[in-house]
């Protein structure tokens, strides 16, 4: 049997889309052949099944949310203004689409974790690595002498990734962009004190 050739990339970012517009449970086969192009026999071939497709969709996003990440810590000169630009960027998200489309990650994580330890496992240990990045830029900015905070770097990271969750919480019943901007600004202000 030949492999099917594909934009393996797209692909999966159009399963992502579907995923996070339905969630796994209600999204079907026929819905994702419908959003990649593919006949069922080469999403098959290529991923076996819709588990399959998910792990290497969230994969995929792992990957493209990693490059958008040290896109923003690689064009700023301050730590916490990189931060600031970060937060300010996650806001635009929770406003520019349907709030529940901001995270593949947190969204399987709620829907499926119990039912699957291997994908909760994966979405943990993404999540983790995030929340260390980000303790990264709170340890940069404290060797830097911006931030005097006498709590640690991790503990910040924490706070400030338990304040995402809630903005992207939040923007489902409340998505005005002033709203949510205000509760950011107080989120930062909050940690870098």
Request: charged letters at 25%; one cysteine or more.
């Amino acid at each position: 049997m030949r492999n099917a050739e594909f934009d393996r990339e797209a692909v999966l970012r159009a399963a992502m889309l579907a995923f996070m517009n339905k969630g796994y449970a209600k999204t079907s086969m026929q819905d994702l052949t419908q959003v990649t192009g593919l006949h069922p026999g080469s999403l098959y071939c290529a991923f076996k099944n819709k588990r399959g497709i998910l792990l290497a969709a969230i994969a995929q996003y792992q990957s493209d949310k990693a490059a958008e990440f040290d896109a923003f810590f690689s064009t700023l000169e301050t730590p916490l203004a990189q931060l600031k630009t970060y937060l300010d960027s996650l806001v635009l998200e929770c406003i520019s689409c349907e709030a529940s489309k901001a995270c593949l990650l947190t969204k399987a994580l709620n829907e499926m974790a119990e039912q699957d330890d291997e994908l909760q496992y994966i979405i943990s240990q993404s999540l983790h690595r995030w929340e260390m990045s980000i303790a990264d830029q709170f340890a940069k900015a404290k060797d830097k002498g911006q931030l005097n905070s006498q709590r640690g770097s991790e503990a910040l990271a924490r706070y400030f990734v338990m304040g995402i969750y809630g903005l992207r919480t939040f923007a489902h019943t409340h998505p005005k962009h002033e709203v949510l901007q205000s509760l950011a600004d107080q989120l930062f202000e909050d940690v870098t004190r």
